[in-house]
């Protein structure tokens, strides 16, 4: 905003000077600015006609010389940046935050101190505030609100952060105007008045043609001829596309494509724009080719009948002028937000005319685009409700407008965030606010009656029916946000009460009864009989409208009991309403008789008539009636005589109904009623409907019970029930003369639903009001009732309890009181575990259990008692005292009709024939019991002589009852808790009767005939267990038969245990602890002391067939062919430079893996074997069984069949090859060793000479085969043969050396080839091409000459991949190797050394081993430098291909010397990369280091160790000498320790690759469970071979130092070792790749990307930001604009993190998605999953999407268990795992991600 005035432009200046004296003069107006703009402003903003749309660029400096600056400049009256500093000093300091939120931001509520959830704060506030040490929760905001930092209508305490409160503490009694001079003041007014009737005209234009007639162009403008180009825009007109959230991304897409002609991808663009901005031009021409496009793309979209997209053709000056206006409300914000002083003004212009420019906005609201409107309503927010009184003036003209605002929202095609409407929540939140509205404003009637007037639409026989799919249901669906705003203004009741406030209220509280009366009753329902339902008929609407005004109706309840006056006029009115409500149905009553009693019932049928569901005008009676009591008051109370007021029989009548329905529903009587029913009454039932449903019904029915006689009541019950035949003494009698079982299992289930309604009643107390108890304790009650189901995590409990009207169930406060929060060890996530205290208030009947719950927690009650040794019963809990108006119930339990159907229960319990009783029956006739029991013990202690249970259970004699069931084979299942409720209704008998001793009559009969009946059942579970003991002992010994004959006859499997496929996945292979004693004491895999085991034939089970086969040790026949199930991938996972990788893979050359492994190929395998031809067969079914699956089925597979994906039979491991299982190679060798002389040994200097004079003698002309591999440096080689070799190395060296040479390739144990059936060799064949395939992602090609090397980079990659995750575990190299993990390498190195034998032709093998070998001793520019090697993959290459170098020759590699010479070499290769790469860490450190060290070799001269430093100090002198580097002051002892670090991991990678190579068992050192690296150092160097005392010894070799000095002279190493990042070598050679470093607190990770832009949206943020946990860049994931081609010219469009994921991961990746606290893996382009994050809440649970809002902090478990995924190369299995598990209905578009 500033600038310096000498640097303005001198018309600009003259402009400025001539308005300051218009305006001195008094001439100056709105119009001289208008007039300037209506020149200047086309000029800028105009779009060239023909230009690219997509790229329409303004000049924003000119603008900001020609437009902005004159008007600074004369608004301030001198410098603005003066101004403003000025105008910014007079400011008090702001004790109100009001930072709008922007969609995504993250915001912070707090539980403890919120007065409702939308009281938030932005980051800085929260980070500064005391809320941060609370219980908060975090979101993310979809945008329109702001920070209520300061706002004390917000905050209970700690209202201001650290920032603010200085704001709050300065005296705000200045007005910052009273010190401004008042012509900058009436210069400001006149600026901002100017600009807001500018944007409320341009942006509010409905006409696409015309504007205000000041701002046209007219012909005078032509002159002077230089303005003459801006006639010209007259003629240039735009087609301007808006936005709609009726039309998808896809029909926007396809409709540009066809309209405007346009590519896919900028058609993706426009569709981008639009979405973001609200609006886009697509077009700029002329009027008939505007016109055009304009019908064409109406035409379009508005096929099949629905409404087309909003098209416009606009002149193009008419968009200059909105474009400016639009940045003018933009510039504006930014001033109000500078200073107090323009808000003030800005407050005072928008109230004058009383708000006219905010009523005109409010009105005009849907004619702006998406942009527009909300640069408006984030003008409102920081210019008027920052203030009190104008956000009062603006409550007022809101509320005014409210009716027509809603009507135009429900009429809109935009979402609600954007529109004007949204702005409620910020207003009506405010009680001072809501309050006056309510009062003054009759603000409830407004909202009211707009959402009334939607209603009487819907209206039918004066009920609502809403239904589902009808044209104007998404119009019902839109005006449901009033109820949002009507909870926003009940949110707080009042204080104080005034007469305009109850008049207000009330007048409202009527149109809600008016609302309730509409839905009472409504979606009727009438048993079906006869045939099913043919259509389901609409339940969700009803209930979705419920959900909405069950969290309003406790607010209006809570407003109406908060005073006297309005809770008598609500009840009266509503009262009134019920009368009104009572039908016809209702005045028809006949008599019905039971014992003496003769009662007058409503006359219904209620499976033949309709019943509803929906009563909530009789639940808000329920409500209302709880208070009454607090003022005095009662239902028959002379204040509620009104005319037609209902009878407690017919304020019961409808819920009773509804009772007696969802009874009939459990007895099978509706089943014909399909599933709309059942879901009814799911959600009836369910935690987010029952509060206002079913525990309304249940109070309802309470209130009743204590207004009428109990007698008269259960008589109602029961013939509502259906039941007052049942209750006769004479109908089982009468039943038997009929044969209806339907009927009698019906009746028999709803005597039990009637019991339970009628234990519900007597015993559900846990409500204020009606129990004597208090809030918190109805929460513990539901949280022991919980518990006792199960031990439940946080979540679950939390999700399980009823949330209060803030979103709050109140558990924290009293969970630690009932339970105990436990985790298991290993576990993330904990449960809480009820105290044992608690167990005893458990309630088997509880009525917020479901039937499942009912059973599981019984079954999880008695188990927990029998493990206790207590009896196996579930008693009734001691329930509260009733409040006093509710005492009355418990009469309920002594009246004689209860007493008369106990009776009836028992006595026919006690009948054989008697058919229409249950156990349930009697279960719950015991808990009324029980319940009555524990009444009469709480009256008798009260000394309240009321209640007399006993005394008049016996007229039926209960106890002679309860006694003649004792042992009755009826009674078995619920014998305990007979006895139990004998023994109590001894006690309280006993307490009545004042003895303290039993009468022992009838205890001893109790205990004779409990004795008898627990004697025989004690004998009859002894006999069971004897039998059971018997067989199982006969089992025992028949297994221990056949295990020792199976140990006589397979005596040689015990010798060893080697891995097999019977092993149990992801297990430790068991260390061969028994064979240690058998095996030499030095184990040494390869070189001259090779300790050679004749390798055993290995047993494996087909998962297919089951059949067991063995593949052979090497010699003789072996079974039919097996393989390994695989999966080949891409890799960069070990990736020590992330800038590099392969761009061309058709041209690539693998012939080394290259040391910083920014590429490689791993294979993975579960390791179940199958036979090949098993395994032919099931994947062709796989395959015939996807091809016929139709495409649009096939993207939620778990597999991908054009890659050649298939799921293990077994495991559902993901394959995409099969692994064949091939014979070892050190058979004959082995064999050999054990019969003949040890072979003649040969020199290191001959061994290099007959490698040299290969070399020299090789054939060849260097060109490629035509169809492979263009740009390769080495061409195909071919071997001299092997007697022209002989005579050369003779003419070098000498006869010994040649023979001894000779014998290397011609050594029968490396020559002798196991025979390979033709099908095997297909499969071998295959698998190589496999891995040459999908390594590489090239096309196939048999004959490929890089198919032999792919499979050894393979091997090397993968055996890195395992060392770096054993490392990465802390375990030694062998130690805890999952059976899969061992199966996998021993297939893949077997095969690996069968290569030469099953390429096509040979001299792939030759020219491979020849380039290679050329590569290590010769070198040369063409060739890769030694520090780019992986000298891993070097010695794979070379060990595995050197044996068949020869024409004629076909060797494997057996671990002979040459192998000890080939790792000789390149551990010598690897020891000059470490040793060139190094630097010390401090100089001058060092030189003292070295002095002390130096002493120390005069002391310890002999030291074998010493002697390896100083000759690694003499190598590395000698190698930085040659390679032209400066000297280095090292450490020796350091140096070798550093050496010792750094070489490991290559000795350990040489382990794994010898000893599956060689089969020689490994030292115990390398199974430890505790990893001492420096111990196996040295235990490798004695298993490979090398002498262990001294590395000088191994390679202080003059030819080897020779090959130490070729490859120091290479030119670039230098470069290579200066060189940094990309561009140097490795520097790091132990380091493990990590995933990217998380910060500990989540909140401290969303406040980081909360202003992440999107890169391919000029700035906009990221709506869904999405973190790449391998690399950290930031990606805008799912979402069209960041949408790229891939493959180029495919046409098909992939997400910003698919496409990433192929460059970072070669197709594999992991994603943060940070704002939904998400972890997305991705494989491919067509498979993906969500799994945990690594954030968890202080319970231990993640929270995926911000559900629960919890404080979430970064558990490095769970962050080590997703790098150990990605390390281990599991994301592709993980995926296909977690896709077949939770297969959606709907397919998740992975590769749009």
Request: aromatic residues 8%; proline residues 5%; glycine residues 4%.
């Amino acid at each position: 905003m500033a600038f310096d005035h000498d640097m303005m432009d001198p018309k600009v200046c003259e402009l400025v000077d001539h308005w300051h004296a218009l305006h001195k003069e008094g001439r100056f107006s709105s119009l001289n600015i208008r007039d300037y703009w209506r020149l200047k402003v086309p000029e800028i903003y105009s779009p060239q006609q023909n230009c690219n749309c997509l790229r329409i660029s303004y000049d924003e400096e000119v603008a900001q010389k020609l437009l902005f600056d004159p008007l600074e400049s004369f608004m301030c009256g001198g410098d603005p940046s003066q101004v403003y500093q000025t105008l910014r000093q007079l400011d008090n300091p702001p004790s109100l935050c009001g930072r709008v939120f922007k969609n995504g931001d993250p915001t912070y509520g707090c539980r403890d101190c919120g007065m409702d959830p939308t009281c938030v704060l932005c980051a800085d506030c929260f980070k500064n505030s005391a809320h941060c040490k609370h219980r908060y929760k975090i979101s993310t905001s979809s945008g329109g609100g702001y920070c209520d930092c300061g706002d004390r209508e917000a905050w209970k305490t700690d209202v201001f952060c650290h920032i603010h409160i200085k704001g709050q503490m300065v005296q705000q009694n200045e007005n910052p105007l009273e010190k401004i001079p008042p012509d900058l003041t009436e210069r400001i007014q006149l600026v901002f008045d100017t600009i807001l009737q500018y944007a409320k005209e341009l942006l509010t234009i409905e006409e696409a043609f015309s504007i205000p007639k000041d701002l046209e162009l007219r012909e005078s403008d032509r002159e002077p001829t230089n303005m003459s180009s801006l006639y010209d825009y007259k003629d240039t007109f735009v087609t301007m596309l808006y936005n709609d959230e009726t039309h998808t991304y896809d029909q926007v897409i396809t409709t540009l494509e066809r309209a405007i002609e346009c590519s896919q991808k900028e058609a993706v663009a426009y569709a981008t724009s639009i979405d973001r901005e609200g609006r886009c031009i697509v077009r700029c021409s002329d009027f008939h080719n505007c016109s055009t496009s304009k019908t064409l793309m109406e035409k379009h979209t508005s096929r099949g009948g629905g409404r087309p997209l909003k098209v416009q053709v606009m002149h193009s000056y008419v968009i200059a002028h909105q474009v400016f206006a639009s940045r003018l409300l933009t510039w504006l914000h930014n001033i109000l937000e500078s200073a107090q002083a323009f808000r003030l003004i800005f407050s005072d212009i928008v109230n004058k005319d009383n708000g006219s420019i905010v009523e005109n906005i409010i009105w005009t609201d849907t004619k702006m685009w998406k942009t527009a409107r909300v640069q408006w309503h984030r003008l409102f927010i920081s210019g008027m409700l920052m203030d009190q009184e104008s956000k009062k003036m603006f409550a007022r003209i809101f509320t005014k407008h409210y009716s027509k605002m809603m009507k135009d929202f429900i009429l809109d095609d935009h979402d609600h965030a954007v529109s004007v409407a949204s702005l409620g929540v910020q207003l009506f939140t405010m009680p001072t606010i809501a309050h006056m509205l309510v009062a003054d404003e009759d603000v409830l009637v407004r909202l009211l009656n707009t959402f009334l007037s939607e209603c009487e639409k819907k209206l039918k026989d004066n009920k609502l029916a809403l239904e589902h799919r009808s044209s104007n249901t998404s119009s019902f669906r839109r005006i449901q946000y009033i109820l949002y705003d009507l909870k926003y203004l009940l949110g707080v009741k009042p204080e104080a009460w005034t007469d305009d406030l109850r008049r207000g209220f009330l007048h409202g509280y009527n149109l809600i009864l008016r609302l309730l009366s509409m839905m009472q009753g409504m979606d009727p329902m009438v048993r079906q009989v006869g045939t099913h339902m043919e259509y389901e008929p609409e339940w969700e609407s009803a209930f979705n409208l419920h959900i909405k005004l069950a969290s309003v109706i406790p607010l209006v309840i809570e407003w109406a009991a908060s005073d006297r006056i309005v809770l008598i006029k609500a009840y009266r009115l509503l009262l009134r309403e019920l009368g009104d409500t009572c039908t016809e149905d209702m005045k028809r009553r006949y008599v019905r008789e039971l014992l003496d009693y003769s009662v007058s019932c409503i006359e219904y049928d209620v499976s033949s008539a309709p019943v509803s569901i929906h009563l909530p005008l009789s639940r808000i009676a329920a409500g209302l009636t709880l208070h009454l009591d607090k003022y005095g008051l009662n239902y028959n109370s002379p204040e509620f005589h009104v005319k037609g007021k209902p009878s407690p029989e017919e304020l019961m009548e409808p819920v009773l109904r509804t009772q007696v329905m969802i009874a009939q529903v459990h007895a099978g009587m509706w089943r014909r009623n399909g599933f709309s029913l059942i879901n009814q009454i799911y959600f009836y039932h369910n935690v987010r409907c029952r509060q206002e449903m079913l525990d309304r019904d249940v109070m309802l029915l309470q209130i009743a019970a204590t207004l009428i006689d109990s007698n008269e009541f259960l008589i109602h019950l029961l013939n509502r029930f259906n039941l007052m035949s049942w209750a006769r003494e004479d109908y089982e009698i009468n039943y038997l003369r009929g044969n209806d079982e339907d009927n009698m299992r019906q009746t028999v289930v709803l005597v039990e639903e009637y019991l339970q309604l009628v234990m519900t009643l007597v015993s559900e107390r846990y409500t204020p009001g009606i129990g004597q108890i208090s809030e918190e304790e109805r929460i513990k009650k539901e949280i022991i009732q919980l518990l006792c189901i199960e031990p439940m995590p946080h979540s679950v409990l939390n999700k399980a309890l009823p949330e209060g009207t803030n979103h709050e169930t109140g558990m924290e406060k009293v969970i630690d009181e009932v339970a105990d929060f436990k985790k298991a060890a290993g576990a993330t996530k904990g449960l809480f575990e009820l105290k044992k205290s608690y167990y005893s208030h458990y309630n088997l009947f509880f009525y917020h259990y479901t039937r499942e719950e009912q059973s599981k927690s019984e079954v999880a009650q008695r188990l927990r008692k029998k493990n206790a040794g207590e009896e196996e019963c579930c008693p009734p809990p001691v329930p509260p005292p009733f409040t006093v108006p509710f005492t009355m119930i418990v009469n309920v339990l002594q009246c004689d009709v209860f007493l008369h159907t106990i009776k009836t229960v028992l006595k026919r319990m006690n009948e054989a024939k008697a058919r229409s009783v249950s156990e349930s029956q009697l279960q719950k006739v015991l808990h009324l019991i029980g319940y009555a029991l524990h009444e009469e013990e709480r009256y008798h202690q009260n000394n309240d002589p009321y209640f007399h249970f006993t005394r008049r259970a016996q007229k039926i004699e209960l106890l002679s009852l309860l006694e003649d069931l004792v042992g009755h084979h009826r009674t078995n299942t619920h014998k305990d808790l007979l006895s139990w409720t004998i023994r109590k209704y001894h006690s309280v008998l006993n307490l009545s009767a004042g003895v303290t001793k039993p009468p022992q009559v009838t205890e001893a009969a109790l205990a004779t005939a409990s004795t008898s009946v627990a004697g025989n059942a004690s004998a009859e579970k002894k006999r069971k267990a004897d039998l059971v003991a018997q067989r199982k002992a006969r089992i025992m010994a028949k297994m221990a038969a056949m295990q020792q004959s199976f140990i006589k006859t397979n005596e040689t499997l015990f010798e060893e245990t080697p891995s097999t496929v019977d092993q149990i996945p992801d297990v430790p292979e068991p260390t061969h602890m028994d064979i240690s004693e058998q095996l030499p004491e030095d184990m040494i895999a390869i070189g001259p002391r090779q300790t050679l085991r004749i390798p055993k034939e290995i047993p494996y089970t087909c998962i297919l067939c089951h059949q067991e086969d063995s593949v052979g040790s090497g010699e003789g026949p072996t079974g039919r062919p097996m393989v390994l199930g695989g999966l080949i991938q891409r890799s960069t996972v070990l990736s020590r430079n992330r800038a590099l990788r392969v761009e061309q893979p058709e041209n690539h050359d693998p012939l080394i893996l290259p040391a910083d492994l920014h590429w490689g190929v791993h294979t993975s395998s579960c390791g179940h074997a199958m036979h090949a031809q098993c395994w032919q067969k099931y994947f062709e079914d796989v395959l015939t069984k996807e091809r016929r699956r139709p495409y649009r089925f096939r993207q939620n597979l778990s597999f991908d069949i054009e890659k050649s994906e298939y799921l293990c039979p077994l495991c559902e491991a993901l394959c995409n090859t099969a692994l064949p299982l091939l014979p070892g190679v050190t058979y004959t060798a082995a064999k050999m060793r054990n019969t003949q002389d040890v072979p003649p040994a040969i020199l290191m200097a001959d061994w290099l000479k007959g490698l040299q004079a290969v070399l020299k003698l090789k054939g060849g002309d260097g060109k490629e085969e035509k169809d492979e591999l263009q740009n390769c440096a080495e061409g195909i080689w071919t071997s001299a043969p092997f007697p022209k070799v002989r005579l050369e190395i003779m003419a070098l060296s000498s006869l010994e050396a040649a023979d001894t040479f000779s014998y290397l390739f011609n050594h029968p144990g490396s020559t002798t080839i196991p025979v390979i059936e033709s099908h095997t060799s297909d499969m071998m064949a295959n698998f190589a091409h496999a891995v040459y395939m999908h390594g590489l992602g090239v096309n196939p090609n048999f004959s490929s000459r890089r198919i032999p090397l792919m499979v050894w980079d393979t091997v090397a990659y993968t055996i890195h991949t395992l060392e770096q995750t054993q490392r990465n575990a802390n375990r030694a190299l062998l130690t805890a190797l999952s059976s899969r993990q061992h199966d996998c390498l021993a297939a893949l190195v077997k095969f690996a050394a069968h290569v030469p034998s099953c390429v096509k032709k040979k001299q792939h093998i030759e020219g491979a081993s020849l380039r290679l070998l050329s590569v290590v001793l010769e070198g040369g520019e063409s060739a890769p430098c030694f520090l780019e090697w992986d000298t891993f993959s070097v010695l794979v290459t070379l060990s595995l291909s050197l044996p068949s170098i020869f024409p004629n020759i076909q060797g494997m590699a057996i671990g002979s010397a040459q192998d000890l010479y080939l790792l000789q070499v390149c551990f010598l290769a690897h020891l000059v990369q470490l040793l060139i790469t190094y630097e010390p860490q401090n100089t001058e450190m060092d030189v003292d280091l070295d002095y002390d060290n130096n002493e120390l070799v005069e002391e310890q001269s002999s030291s074998g160790t010493n002697s390896d430093a100083s000759w690694l100090v003499s190598v590395l002198t000698c190698c930085r000498a040659l390679a032209n580097l400066p000297p280095l002051n090292v450490d020796p002892q350091h140096l070798l320790d550093y050496i010792k670090e750094n070489s490991l991991p290559f000795l350990r990678c040489c382990g794994l690759f010898f000893h599956f190579l060689t089969e020689v068992p490994t030292p115990e050192e390398l199974q430890s469970s505790v990893w001492v690296p420096e111990s196996e150092f040295y235990c490798l160097l004695r298993y490979l071979g090398l002498s262990m005392n001294s590395l000088r010894s191994t390679f202080d070799n003059p030819a080897l130092m020779e090959l130490v000095n070729r490859w120091c002279s290479d030119n670039r190493v230098g470069t290579l070792v200066a060189g940094a990042g990309s561009e140097g070598c490795v520097q790091s050679w132990t380091r493990i790749n990590q995933l990217v470093s998380l910060p500990p607190d989540y909140s401290e990770l969303i406040n980081t990307v909360s202003q992440f832009p999107c890169p391919a949206s000029s700035g906009d943020d990221s709506r869904t930001p999405t973190m790449c946990l391998v690399c950290g860049k930031m990606l805008c994931s799912q979402s069209y604009c960041c949408q790229t081609e891939f493959p180029e010219g495919t046409r098909q469009m992939v997400g910003a993190c698919t496409y990433h994921a192929h460059h970072c991961g070669a197709g594999t990746g992991i994603f943060l998605r940070v704002r939904e606290c998400k972890i997305l893996l991705l494989s491919g382009r067509i498979k993906g999953c969500f799994v945990n994050p690594p954030y968890l809440d202080e319970y231990g649970e993640t929270d995926q999407g911000l559900k629960r809002g919890n404080p979430l902090h970064l558990d490095n478990t769970q962050y080590g268990r997703l790098h150990a995924i990605w390390l281990s190369h599991a994301i592709p299995d993980t995926i296909a795992h977690t896709m077949e598990s939770n297969s959606n209905v709907v397919a998740t578009e992975w590769q749009h991600l």
